[in-house]
């Protein structure tokens, strides 16, 4: 190449110098002014500064005074240069938060991945850090830096607002100051967050802070974990368990004393205890008493064995009169007295409302809901006269009742279980109670039992009383066509058998079905038979 064209390219570029020169911001110009040496080095200074900043946090700290940096002048020779502690600071937070244009973005990525990078290293590395003594590429490194200037310079010129948004941000991102050491204080004050009192404030190591500041909270989180391992442990609660202390639990906990859950077993399984209904079971009713079960088909029965029987299935409770086909069902009442029409004439609430006692009476007694006011319709062939309900409780005064002039049929009102009040349920019993133990004129009392349920400690304790006060009385099983044959006849036999020592009780047993009609024919001629033989 000729001479004249090297001199041309020269020449060249010479202008590019200016030019790029010249690009140079109104604030760099203004900043270079004020320095006594060039913009170039200008800019490589702070870089340096900045870089020392970030390397120099620990060293610095540790030594405590001001560190010896070597720079590069215009000249490219290594200048001296003392960074003060003030500086260093400006610097970090420059480069610890960042910018908030793309390229700033830019800058504070690297920035901060310097950091990070630096926390890797341990501060040992010289990558991002110019340290005299300790690297040889500083010169290199500040070079390049000065080759950057322009866009490091917009970091210094940040305003003091950016700079907080920024670091709120960073802290906001979890960015912890470099080192390991750091990231480990962080994870422990995390841990420790949850073991201090909210009103403790938590130290969070941030960017800004100085590697002094740094030292210090590690010293300060070792106390405190020291002191959290100093703190007196909560002592366990230890429940001593009493085994003879039967205060505060189940009887049948097996807890208790010993060997007494197993005697319990041993005597269980001694004596293995029948369920009531396994107790029914084992019944062996009299044959007497399954004859007259089946003569009278009791019991639960097929609409096709009545009829085969020779009933007429149409009629209400067919098996009471064989059979009838007119309307004048009552005309064929076997017995006279029952033919008679069925009059209420009284109710009492109390004792002193009882009618006067001029005819002899039968009363018709049970627990609330057995059929009384049915089994009286039922004798009568009368549906209606009396009332009735499958809600019990219905009858709740005596009710007196004229069978033509020869007979009085008594309604008394149910005791035991009945939607009433409590108080009102006791003044029933009370009634009846007195009813059956003082009555003058009464002949007879149908004490009714519901087959399905057999007796109740309310029955016995009635037959008590009309024992204590000689009243005749008679068993009579009703609604009998809701269990089987067989059941009827266990119940028969049951209650009989635990009947056998009472003296007023009267036999026979009767068993009626107010619904199908059985047994209703042979208690209509035992009350007629009451009837024909009293005395007035
Ligand atoms: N299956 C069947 N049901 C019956 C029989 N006798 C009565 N019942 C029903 O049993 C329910 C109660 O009948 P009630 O005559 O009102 O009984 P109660 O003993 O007078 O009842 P209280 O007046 O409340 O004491 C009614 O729904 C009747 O239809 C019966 O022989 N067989
Ligand atoms: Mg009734």
């Not at 500040?142 to 700079?163: D, F, I, Q, T, Y």
């Not at 907080?164 to 960015?175: L, P």
């Not at 009368?382 to 009710?399: E, F, M, Y």
Request: proline fraction near 4%; hydrophobic fraction near 30%.
């Amino acid at each position: 190449m000729p001479a004249e064209d090297i001199l041309r390219q020269k020449l060249k570029k010479r202008p590019k110098l200016v030019v790029r020169n010249s690009m140079r911001t109104k604030k760099d110009v203004i900043s270079s002014e004020k320095n006594e040496v060039c913009g170039r080095e200008n800019v490589s200074e702070r870089k340096l500064k900045k870089r020392v900043k970030f390397k120099g946090m620990k060293s610095g700290e540790e030594r405590g005074e001001k560190e010896e940096l070597r720079t590069l002048d215009s000249c490219g020779k290594k200048k001296r240069v003392y960074a003060k502690e003030g500086m260093y600071e400006n610097v970090k937070v420059r480069n610890g938060v960042g910018v908030a244009t793309s390229k700033k973005k830019t800058l504070f990525k690297k920035g901060e991945k310097k950091v990070k990078d630096e926390a890797v290293e341990g501060n040992t590395g010289h990558r991002t850090m110019w340290v005299p003594g300790k690297s040889r590429n500083g010169s290199s490194k500040a070079k390049h830096l000065a080759h950057n200037g322009k866009e490091k310079k917009e970091n210094v010129v940040l305003s003091a607002a950016r700079h907080k948004a920024k670091a709120k941000e960073v802290e906001r991102m979890g960015f912890v100051g470099n080192g390991d050491q750091g990231s480990g204080l962080v994870k422990k004050n995390r841990a420790k967050k949850s073991e201090l009192s909210k009103g403790k404030s938590q130290e969070v190591v941030s960017p800004l802070s100085s590697a002094k500041k740094k030292v210090r909270d590690k010293a300060t989180l070792d106390d405190d974990a020291e002191t959290l391992d100093n703190r007196p442990k909560k002592k366990k609660r230890v429940i001593k368990i009493d085994p003879y202390d039967i205060s505060n639990k189940r009887l049948d906990d097996s807890i208790g004393i010993d060997g007494s859950k197993e005697e319990k077993k041993k005597e269980s399984e001694k004596e293995p205890k029948m369920s009531m209904n396994a107790q029914f079971r084992a019944i062996q009713p009299s044959p007497s008493i399954l004859s007259f079960v089946e003569k009278n088909l009791l019991g639960r029965r097929r609409l096709i064995d009545i009829r085969r029987a020779g009933y007429n299935i149409d009629l209400s409770a067919p098996l009471d009169n064989i059979p009838f086909s007119s309307s004048s069902e009552r005309e064929k009442i076997e017995e006279n007295i029952f033919r008679n029409k069925l009059d209420f004439f009284a109710a009492a609430k109390v004792s002193s409302s009882f009618p006067p006692p001029n005819l002899p009476e039968i009363a018709f007694a049970g627990r609330s809901n057995v059929g009384k006011s049915s089994l009286l319709n039922a004798l009568t062939r009368q549906w209606g006269v009396v009332r009735t309900s499958d809600k019990p409780g219905l009858t709740q005064t005596i009710n007196f009742f004229k069978l033509g002039t020869k007979l009085c049929l008594v309604d008394l009102p149910g005791y035991g279980f009945a939607y009433a009040k409590e108080e009102v349920k006791e003044a029933w019993e009370e009634l009846v109670k007195e009813y059956v133990s003082t009555r003058v004129g009464l002949k007879r009392v149908c004490l009714l039992i519901d087959t399905k349920w057999g007796m109740k400690p309310r029955d016995y304790e009635l037959i008590e009383l009309m024992e204590r006060s000689k009243t005749k009385y008679q068993i009579v099983l009703t609604k009998t066509d809701v269990v089987f044959p067989i059941d009827v006849a266990r119940r028969a036999m049951q209650i009989e058998e635990s009947l056998l020592q009472n003296k007023s009780v009267v036999q026979p047993l009767m068993m009626v079905s107010s619904k199908s009609g059985a047994g209703i024919r042979s208690l209509r001629t035992i009350l007629a038979n009451i009837t024909r033989f009293a005395k007035r």
